[in-house]
């Protein structure tokens, strides 16, 4: 508490958010390292992905925290006109209330995991984080009959306690190389599809969101312009799993 009063009366917001926030870990422990707990190491390692290199021009786009009713279909409707499939990491919690959004609508897609809570699990001891994991891998194989094999931690964080669960269930982890930017494009949904063609490299990961406040609809709006801007470059869209098939 003592450093929290220092830092609030002599620091700005910012750099008190930063010293004391959600991305900083917590002060009375729970970071865990990768291997503290040699009984869940399965593996030794895992593959952390956040582009393919590739002569191919393939790109994937990655859709996250959803389901949730007032976007999601909106964004399946979308990619089912351009015939394009994506990868949608869904939060668990989401799922068991919303599963019917999405059933039967994935059969083109890859489904990967996002937690249960959208908790920062680098935050959360490794029980904590397996919890987290756990919970949504059963979701997902009841709801969907999928069997999910990669993740992608919350806010892009990736603590020792979450490598070491990815590694225990034998999931690989998926971050990104591009991103919408919907505060930097507000309105001008135009100019998120042209940043993403001019930007997209062969073996590129787009992160996106099919949840999440008005702002989320740039994503949505760009999409159609982005995905013909592309496909016009020759580049074809494929799941995270084709991705890291391209050579
Ligand atoms: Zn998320």
């Not at 700005?12 to 390292?33: C, E, F, I, M, N």
């Not at 959360?124 to 949504?136: N, P, S």
């Not at 991103?179 to 042209?194: K, L, S, V």
Request: glycine share 10%; net charge negative.
């Amino acid at each position: 508490m003592a450093a929290g009063g220092a830092a609030t009366a002599f620091a700005g917001t910012d750099q008190v958010k930063h010293w004391l926030g959600w991305d900083r870990p917590p002060l009375g422990g729970g970071y865990a390292s990768a291997a503290d707990n040699l009984g869940a190491v399965a593996h030794g390692g895992v593959k952390i992905h956040y582009f393919q290199p590739t002569a191919e021009k393939v790109v994937a786009l990655t859709f996250d925290d959803g389901p949730l009713p007032d976007y999601t279909p909106r964004f399946l409707d979308a990619l089912d006109t351009a015939q394009v499939p994506a990868t949608f990491f869904l939060v668990g919690s989401h799922l068991e209330e919303h599963a019917d959004l999405v059933r039967g609508r994935l059969d083109r897609h890859e489904v990967g995991n996002h937690s249960w809570s959208h908790d920062d699990l680098a935050t959360l001891d490794l029980d904590g984080a397996r919890r987290e994991l756990e919970r949504t891998h059963e979701a997902i194989k009841r709801h969907l009959g999928r069997e999910v094999t990669v993740m992608r931690p919350p806010y892009g964080h990736l603590g020792g306690s979450t490598v070491l669960a990815a590694d225990t269930m034998g999931y690989d982890i998926a971050l990104w190389s591009h991103q919408m930017h919907e505060r930097n494009f507000a309105d001008d949904p135009a100019g998120q599809a042209r940043n993403l063609i001019e930007t997209v490299r062969p073996g590129s990961i787009v992160l996106a969101h099919d949840a999440g406040d008005k702002r989320r609809l740039i994503a949505l709006n760009s999409l159609p312009a982005m995905i013909a801007g592309l496909k016009t470059r020759g580049y074809e869209f494929v799941t995270l799993s084709e991705l890291w098939r391209s050579k």
